[in-house]
């Protein structure tokens, strides 16, 4: 069974003696059959907890530099209308006890821990999200990654692999980003697809008629989740391994870069959708950061004299990330010139890089 914690924030402009505050609030403490314990901090302000026959947890903490927080556990389904209740008798005694004294009254949500269905993913530079999911209609660990898929009331389904959000169904402005914003015209074009498992790219694509779209996706898995219930992204492309002007290749898009460059085979157009820039700042200690510069490498080998590699970037928030990335794409043995582009991702709740290069 999962938990309901919600939290109540009091700033205060001076600090305050607990023995000024702490015997005020005790009695809605008691009308609501709650038993006190007093903990030692060790002069570093007040700490009490005070717990409940039915399971809540209240704890009382009156810090030494200015801020008093008060903190409430319990099950999910206590009653919701007398939790509130309690936390405004306490808001409204605290007016009166700090009367003067406050700078700020914070009272969050609640944060709902230990649910059957996960609601909480951190953005890319580390801030918590918490989404509109209430279901789980997809999941499966294939030998890659745990691949789910997660409906939300706001953005349709949602697909996350190994705890990523990776694309909901209202996220066209993600595909469209990714494949130039309509500024290209595809039409006749030979185009490589590296991942694109959830087919929003290739579903686009076929729009425009190319003469061969080939996309190279690792997990069979991904495919057969997204082509049962990503229908809004995908379309029906996935249906099929092949259409009149596709083609699916279920393998690690590596080894095939690498037989393409041996062939000498080129593409108008190479689309890399395996995985956002890494984080880490390091890449000499980041496998991430080699496979990377790997995929960079062979895909502009494989790219036409004129055609145009792209590919997503991170969170703007990440600039030495971001500005790592670049470094990389001067380093690459064929040169590149490149843009950037942002574009804010509906679901991602962030602003969001693209990149396009191409050959000098």
Known sequence: MAVRHYTLDINLSTPVDSASVVPGLLSIFHEQELSETIHDTNGHGYLATFVGKNGRLV?????????????????????????DNLLNALEKKLKVLLNGNITRIKRLPALVRGAKVDRYWPTADGRLVEYDVDEVVYEEDSAYQNIKILHSRQYGN????????????SDLAYTQAITGNGRENY???????????????LAEL??????MVTM??????VIDGCKMYMRRTCGNTLDTLRGDC???????????????????????YVINDLTAIPISTSPEEDSMWEFLRLILDLSVRVLHPKGKYFTQGN?????????????????????VDFQKEVVCVPSYLEQWVFYTAWKK
């Not at 949602?158 to 169904?169: C, K, M, P, R």
């Not at 590296?194 to 790219?201: K, Q, S």
């Not at 076929?206 to 003469?211: D, F, R």
């Not at 190279?216 to 898995?221: G, P």
């Open 59 to 83: 704890v009382l903490r009156v810090h030494s530099h200015g801020l008093l927080t008060i903190d409430l556990q319990c099950h999910e389904d206590d009653d919701i209308a007398q939790l």
């Open 158 to 169: 949602i697909l996350v692999l190994d705890g990523d959000v990776n694309l909901a169904e």
């Open 187 to 201: 039409a006749g074009k030979e185009v490589l697809i590296l991942g694109g498992g959830d087919g929003g790219i």
């Open 206 to 211: 076929v729009k425009q008629k190319p003469k």
């Open 216 to 221: 190279v996706e690792i997990d069979q898995k």
């Open 246 to 268: 596709y083609q699916i290749l279920i393998e690690d898009c590596v080894p095939l870069l690498k037989k393409y460059v041996q062939e000498g085979r080129t593409f108008d």
């Open 315 to 335: 969170s703007v928030n990440l600039k030495e990330a971001l500005s790592l990335y670049e470094e990389q794409l001067g380093k690459l043995s064929c040169p």
